[in-house]
């Protein structure tokens, strides 16, 4: 549990992985820094395993493992996040062509469900603001905006989605704002990809869309 105020910031001598097994963690406030391998990563856990932010911030991370894992959080193997608040900013992921969201990375059976919190000028080699690996997601409100890929591996701005499964689904709707999300190789807005489009469903297309230059 993380409370209101303080700060959490990662000796880079230690990995600072989250204990396995089935674990809640509720984040209220404080701010995650410093992280070498993302602010939050956890991985191998059983199902059960939940972690709720509802406040706080998450900046100023990196990512550089092997296997590309998230400079935000980085959850991987039947672990669920739900995002009601705070926020997820100025995380990066960097490993060649395996490194993939900036903000938030999900791989392997996970699901996440966003009704708010800002996820904001992220930076990934694919999937800026998130990226999403054979997981579900649902992203019902909140705010996904001015997230970007870089070099030129870049591509996939603010959302990057891939499923082979109907276990894993996409869903957008409600209020959520996806915006000014681009593609760092030619600075086109790209606030999604998908692979696996069967298995994505978008309540209304207009929530992609682009309302000033990259630069801003």
Known sequence: YI?????????????????QGEISYYIQGGLITGGTQGGITSFGASIGNDITLNGGT???????????GGGGIS???CISLTMTGGAIFANYSHY???GGGGGIRLLDQCKFKMTG???????ANQGGGIAIRDSSATLLGGKIIRNKTLGDRGSHGGLDFISSSEKNLLVIGGDI??????????????GL????????????????RNEDSAEN
Do not use: E, Q, V
Request: net charge negative; hydrophobic share 30%.
């Open 3 to 19: 409370a209101k105020n303080g700060l959490w910031h990662h000796d880079p001598t230690n990995t600072h992985k989250l204990a």
């Open 58 to 68: 998450i900046a100023g991370n990196i990512n550089t493992d092997i296997n590309g």
């Open 75 to 77: 959850l991987s193997s």
């Open 96 to 98: 060649g062509d395996r």
């Open 117 to 123: 919190g800002l996820i904001f000028r992220n930076y």
């Open 177 to 190: 704002i996806i915006t000014n999300n681009y593609n760092g190789l030619d600075d086109s807005n790209l």
């Open 193 to 208: 990809n998908t692979i696996g489009a069967n298995y994505c469903f978008i309540s209304d297309i207009s929530k992609f």
